[in-house]
């Protein structure tokens, strides 16, 4: 009679948990409501694996955590009549163990996923097709085509003074150009304090930090205008510090890259706009005359 009771109280939350799966996925669950479409990059579906298998698990572990909770509640419950305390139990040995073991087993497990997406993620590219050089800036974006020879220098974005929601005029937000399906390495520098690169539908960010180089790897997938935004709090309009990436075939590519050299922007934008000039390794003024 006793261990039936118990079982029905199991049986609880793994209906409830089957009943979910069973339910039948969308998109949008199977990958975890990260903003993104698997393809985008040749990264995206890894991070999405990582993230999905990862709250599965911790799921179950709540699931039933939660489940061990209720069953101590329910089942351990002072009943009428009864007074005074309970045997007091600890140091079970088996139960030490076992709570000691399985959390070593999850973290050590969600380290070695973790480390293996990043090595590959993080994994450069010997001879990549396109070179982009981003600056970072207080606050708005500079691209350089590395191989092109031609730049393309950012304004900050502008509040459209017709919406209400203080949104941008999406037409004044830099814009970056990538070919689709070429392996891309992106080289990131700051020309003032500390931003980050972040393309949301890429599912992945870094920081640019002013005297250090930073890079990504990535191989756009999927065509279409991808947002991007500054991920570090960087001063007063950091909120408006957006670009956008359009990932366009590489006739539309080689297209913009001509409209850039058209209207004079042959070149580089180099460190000299940089705000800080005496970075450590730079020297001050006062260095160079020893
Ligand atoms: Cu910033």
Known sequence: MRSKRRLRWAAIPVAALLSVVLAGCTQQQLQGWLPTEPGTTNNVDRVIGLWVTSWIVLLAVGVITWALIIWAIVVYRRRKGQTGLPAQLRYNMPIEIFYTIVPLILVLGFFAFTARDQAAIEEPYADPEVKIQVFGKQWAWDFNYVDEDVYYAGVQGQAD?????????????????LPVGKTVEIQLESRDVIHS???????????MLPGKTNYMYVTPEREGTFSGKCAELCGEYHSMMLFNVKVVS???????IQSLRDSGNEGQLGHEYDRNQNLPGIGTPAHEEE
């Open 161 to 177: 003074p017709d919406d209400d929601n203080g949104e941008l005029v999406e037409s004044e937000i830099p814009v970056l150009y």
């Open 250 to 256: 590489q006739q539309e590519y080689d297209d913009y």
């Open 197 to 207: 690169f972040w393309v949301i539908d890429f599912l992945y960010k870094k920081d």
